[in-house]
């Protein structure tokens, strides 16, 4: 009981999750304007990989057995939320494909999304492959992987798994070292949709690299953390891509850093 509590999360605390995940305090949130990621790793305590991925595994079977609707960033959530654009893309790109959804879910932990927006797309034939670290791997193939649902170590593994149609990014890109060199190899794969969805943006012409610092109630951890400019990362991808597609998300979206305005957003790119 003790860990249903603690991991299955009343809504009125969905306030306050809000209020860390999207907006800055004197403690937790983003802070700084940093000139390399090497300068915020050497004040950062990095990732407590074990704790992180403990609680995503706690939170994700409380979904899975049916005491939680959803869970995101290690926080199990008792009613679904969900965003009405992305469902909408979704089913916009499974009608295009003969009602296959086949996708590719880089850096999508133990499947959230996935099990978030399933019971959603009722009649889609779903082939979702999730690209994570090595533990997360291990144990989504152990405890998660069904039909439809598959782990890999690596995007090249997941492409050699059969067709993939959509290469998916939530909130990926603001914790790579270097983005926008990623997105050039990512470019090279082809994928006929890239979705970049709750992507971080900043309204200003130079990325902004900050600390980002998580509350413990969550898990104990700081790291480096992007905001980007829009324009710079949409003319990266313009040069084989069109973008068919932007919103904001399922939650609250803008925030101050310091002087500077902030907000998350989707991107959804088509090859041309």
Not at 65 to 86: P, Q
Not at 92 to 111: C, K, P, Q, V
Not at 139 to 164: C, H, M, P, R, V
Request: proline share 3%.
């Amino acid at each position: 009981m003790k860990n249903i509590i603690k991991f299955l999360v009343p809504d009125f605390i969905l306030k306050k999750y809000h209020a860390y995940r999207y907006t800055k305090n004197d403690a937790y949130g983003w802070s700084g304007d940093y000139s390399s990621w090497q300068e915020v790793m050497n004040i950062s305590t990095g990732y407590n990989a074990d704790e992180i991925f403990n609680r995503v595994d706690k939170g994700l079977t409380e979904v899975i057995n049916g005491r939680a609707a959803f869970e995101r960033d290690s926080v199990a959530f008792k009613e679904l939320i969900y965003s009405e654009d992305l469902l909408k893309l979704f089913k916009t790109i499974s009608n295009e494909h003969h009602n296959h959804l086949r996708l590719i879910d880089f850096g999508g932990a133990l499947g959230s999304i996935y099990y978030q927006y399933r019971k959603l797309l009722s009649g889609v034939v779903i082939n979702w492959s999730v690209v994570e670290q090595g533990e997360f791997v291990r144990i989504g193939i152990q405890k998660y992987s069904n039909q439809e649902i598959n782990f890999f170590y690596t995007i090249d593994e997941a492409l050699n798994s059969g067709k993939q149609d959509v290469l998916f990014m939530s909130s990926v890109l603001a914790y790579l070292p270097d983005p926008e060199s990623f997105l050039k190899q990512m470019i090279e794969y082809k994928i006929k949709y890239i979705v970049l969805y709750r992507t971080a943006f900043v309204q200003r012409e130079k990325p902004l690299l900050t600390l980002q610092q998580v509350p413990p109630e969550f898990y104990n951890a700081s790291y480096p953390a992007w905001f980007f400019n829009e324009k710079k990362i949409k003319s990266i991808l313009e040069q084989y891509y069109t973008m068919v597609d932007s919103f904001d998300g399922d939650i609250e979206t803008t925030l101050k850093v310091g002087k500077n305005d902030c907000y998350w957003k989707c991107l959804v790119f088509k090859l041309k």
